[in-house]
C-alpha cells in the first residue's frame, strides 16, 4: 500500500459548524503533514507529526486543532471556520523527517459558508 | 525574499520540445531538494529527487547547484501528457517548503 488515504474529498460547512479530516497511510512511514493549498497558490505547512506527535505548528490558528491517535491515523477537527479557509487541505507522510519526499493524499476540498 | 522563488510562466512549447524550469532557494542550511508534478486539482506527486550530482529519469534531468542555491528540471522531447505545474520543492529543517510552481503547456 502506497497511498495517502483521506476523507472526505469534499466537504461543504458552515461558520458554526464542527467536522473533521482524515488522513491514513499504511506504509509505516513516522512522520505526517497537514498542507492548506488555495487556488493557484503553492501549498502551505499547517502542522507536522513526528512519531506522534506535534513538533511543527505554523502559527495556525486555533480554529484548526490537529490530532494524531496512532502512527497510521492523522485528523485535523475543524470548528467556527471562516469563509477564507476554504481551500484544498492535504495530508502528507514520508519515511523520516529530512531527505525524503512526502507522499501526498487526493486532498479534501473545503468549502465554508 | 521568498524561500522558493520559480518563474510562473506559463511555457507553452510545442509537443517534442525541450524545455527548462529554474529555481533558486535563499536559505543555505537547506537539505534535500525535489521536484514535484501538479495537475488542475490534483495533489502534488513526487517527479524526482535533485542531487548535486544530477540525476535523470527517461526524459527528465534534474541538477543542483549549491554553491549557486539553484535547482534545474530539463525535460525532453514534451508530450501532451507533460502539461502540468512544476513545483520546485526544498527542505528545510524538517519542513517541505513549495514553490509557486511554473506552469507548463504543450501543444501539438
Known amino acids: 500500500d502506497t497511498e495517502v488515504t483521506q476523507t472526505p474529498k469534499h466537504l461543504v460547512m458552515g461558520m458554526t459548524n464542527k467536522k473533521s479530516l482524515k488522513c491514513e497511510q499504511h506504509m509505516g512511514h513516522r512522520a505526517m503533514y497537514w498542507y492548506k493549498q488555495k487556488a493557484k497558490k503553492p501549498p502551505e505547512l499547517m502542522f507536522v507529526?513526528?512519531?506522534?506527535?506535534?513538533?511543527i505548528n505554523e502559527s495556525v490558528p486555533s480554529r484548526f486543532s490537529p490530532e494524531c491517535p496512532n502512527s497510521s491515523l492523522l485528523n485535523l477537527h475543524l470548528h467556527a471556520l471562516q469563509p477564507e479557509d476554504s481551500a484544498l487541505y492535504l495530508c502528507?507522510?514520508?519515511?523520516?523527517?529530512?531527505?525524503?519526499?512526502?507522499?501526498f493524499g487526493s486532498g479534501t476540498r473545503l468549502t465554508v459558508v | 525574499r521568498k524561500e522558493v522563488e520559480q518563474d510562473p510562466g506559463p511555457f507553452n512549447v510545442p509537443e517534442g520540445a525541450t524545455v527548462a524550469f529554474n529555481c533558486t532557494y535563499s536559505?543555505?542550511?537547506?537539505?534535500?531538494f525535489f521536484w514535484y508534478r501538479q495537475d488542475c486539482r490534483k495533489e502534488p506527486k513526487l517527479l524526482m529527487s535533485?542531487?548535486?550530482s544530477g540525476n535523470e529519469d527517461g526524459r527528465f534531468t534534474a541538477q543542483l547547484n549549491r554553491a549557486s542555491q539553484y535547482i534545474s528540471l530539463l525535460i525532453r522531447d514534451s508530450k501532451l501528457s507533460d502539461s502540468a505545474t512544476y513545483l520546485c520543492v526544498v527542505n528545510t529543517w524538517e519542513k517541505l517548503v513549495f514553490g509557486t510552481g511554473t506552469r507548463l503547456l504543450v501543444s501539438p
Open positions: 535533485v542531487y548535486s
Open positions: 536559505n543555505s542550511a537547506s537539505q534535500s
Open positions: 502528507a507522510s514520508s519515511q523520516a523527517r529530512v531527505n525524503y519526499g512526502y507522499t
Open positions: 507529526y513526528s512519531y506522534e506527535k506535534l513538533s
